[in-house]
T-cell receptor, first 112, second 114 residues
Framework: RKEVEQDPGPFNVPEGATVAFNCTYS??????FFWYRQDCRKEPKLLMS???SGNEDGRFTAQLNRASQYISLLIRDSKLSDSATYLC?????????????FGRGTQLTVWP | NAGVTQTPKFQVLKTGQSMTLQCAQD?????MYWYRQDPGMGLRLIYY???????DKGEVPNGYNVSRLNKREFSLRLESAAPSQTSVYFC?????????????FGNGTRLTVT
């Protein structure tokens, strides 16, 4: 089983829509969680960290469900500029190499 | 502040040639990483450095060597390039491997080996 799994999509939504992505992880001792955004042929950029109680940053909301071992990202009022690939990243507690595990990404296209 | 800077941005090599990808940070972070990204494969860790003078292999270290001579710089060397090493390479840093802090990436180096 992969450490981190994401639905690759693509998700195609109209402007203004609400869209949600999930990401499951296999290591129950995982400690830190992040969502990154990657535009085509660019580097991944941190979108937001995911906290145990859930957190919000403008139109973006991240949730953590430790019991079911998944994190989610909700985007409200989608903009054309939200079109990108969203990567889920997990940091297991005590991982060797200080290693973080990446999902393969979920592709989102927002159309006018 | 530039953050994490990679050079070159693009490179074309012939099979068997060697080259060094450079990475420098101005964030004073301890940990530095080299990843490669291929279509459908996601990001794969090549090498990692927890601190100056230490390096460890990641998932896909074969064909690569690294050097962490100081806190600021972490270079990746291809001694004899192969077409399978055609990829996009990202350098990243992190405050510390135990801190739970996120990674910060450089702009990437797009390497083609013919």
């Amino acid at each position: 089983r992969k450490e981190v799994e994401q639905d690759p999509g693509p998700f195609n939504v109209p402007e203004g829509a609400t869209v949600a992505f999930n990401c499951t992880y296999s290591n129950s001792a995982s400690q830190s969680f992040f969502w990154y955004r990657q535009d085509c042929r660019k580097e991944p950029k941190l979108l937001m960290s995911v906290y145990s109680s859930g957190n919000e940053d403008g139109r973006f909301t991240a949730q953590l469900n430790r019991a079911s071992q998944y994190i989610s990202l909700l985007i409200r009022d989608s903009k054309l500029s939200d079109s990108a690939t969203y990567l889920c990243v997990v940091n297991p507690r005590g991982s060797t190499l200080g290693r973080l595990y990446f999902g393969r990404g979920t592709q989102l296209t927002v159309w006018p | 502040n530039a953050g994490v800077t990679q050079t070159p941005k693009f490179q074309v090599l012939k099979t068997g040639q060697s080259m060094t990808l450079q990475c420098a940070q101005d964030m004073n972070h301890n940990s530095m990483y080299w990843y490669r990204q291929d279509p459908g494969m996601g990001l794969r860790l090549i090498y990692y450095s927890a601190s100056e003078g230490t390096t460890d292999k990641g998932e896909v270290p074969n064909g690569y060597n690294v050097s962490r001579l100081n806190k600021r710089e972490f270079s990746l060397r291809l001694e004899s390039a192969a077409p399978s090493q055609t990829s996009v390479y990202f350098c990243a840093n992190r405050e510390g491997s135990e801190s739970g802090s996120p990674l910060h990436f450089g702009n990437g180096t797009r390497l083609t080996v013919t």
